[in-house]
């Protein structure tokens, strides 16, 4: 699935090189502070640096890669405050996404919904972070079709992959049972087209605290 919203996409070349630095984030095979090469991945990819570039643009637009001209270009290194301050942002903007989603979702995306709750649960007594960040991401971009608020969506991936990302280095594990109880209330709201379900859920997402310490 593409964590880029067509709507605001520029090409499918920059989406593929993002999505590839993106996966390579998650799985760990580029850590933070590792320096990157525009030159070396066009090659890679076998395209021109004019999309590695943009790529690479679009990653530290969200704050995962940094550059200093004619020094480097590193992967950032997301501090638990960081990713805590990123979290409560999403928190701030997620209810207004389920607004617009949740009384119109299909049936289709609440199946989606159920099959990334079931790998969601599936992965925790695993306790391997990419696993269960990838889960919960999936989960949680499934309604991102809903809405035609553009700036909206931008917002929330500007701040989603920072979490994402985040939450593989945090020196303690977030509260997983109360991130599925939200999954949970949200399909129920999905499922049922209630709002009500979906502020509920918001109450059990704002209720989880990033450790910091």
Not at 2 to 31: A, N
Not at 104 to 110: E, I, L
């Amino acid at each position: 699935m593409s964590t880029i919203d067509p709507r605001i996409s520029s090409s499918p070349v920059v989406t593929q090189v993002f999505e590839q630095l993106l996966s390579e984030m998650m799985s760990g095979e580029l850590l933070p502070g590792q320096r990157i090469s525009d030159a070396d991945l066009a090659v890679r990819f076998g395209v021109s640096r004019t999309p590695v570039r943009e790529a690479l643009q679009k990653l530290r637009d969200i704050g995962l890669i940094e550059a200093s001209a004619s020094r480097f270009t590193r992967v950032t290194d997301v501090t638990p405050e960081q990713t805590d301050q990123a979290f409560t942002v999403w928190k701030a903007l997620y209810p207004l996404l389920l607004e617009d989603a949740i009384p119109v979702v299909d049936a289709d995306t609440v199946a989606l919904l159920e099959a990334d709750h079931a790998e969601y649960l599936e992965a925790l007594p695993t306790l391997v972070g990419q696993r269960i960040a990838t889960a919960n991401f999936l989960f949680f971009s499934r309604l991102n079709a809903f809405t035609s608020n553009a700036i909206l969506l931008r917002s929330l991936v500007a701040v989603v992959h920072i979490v994402r990302i985040g939450s593989l280095y945090l020196p303690r594990h977030i509260d997983f049972t109360s991130l599925a109880r939200a999954q949970s209330l949200i399909i129920d709201a999905a499922r049922q087209h209630d709002p009500a379900k979906a502020r509920e859920a918001m109450e059990q997402l704002r209720g989880i605290e990033v450790p910091l310490s």
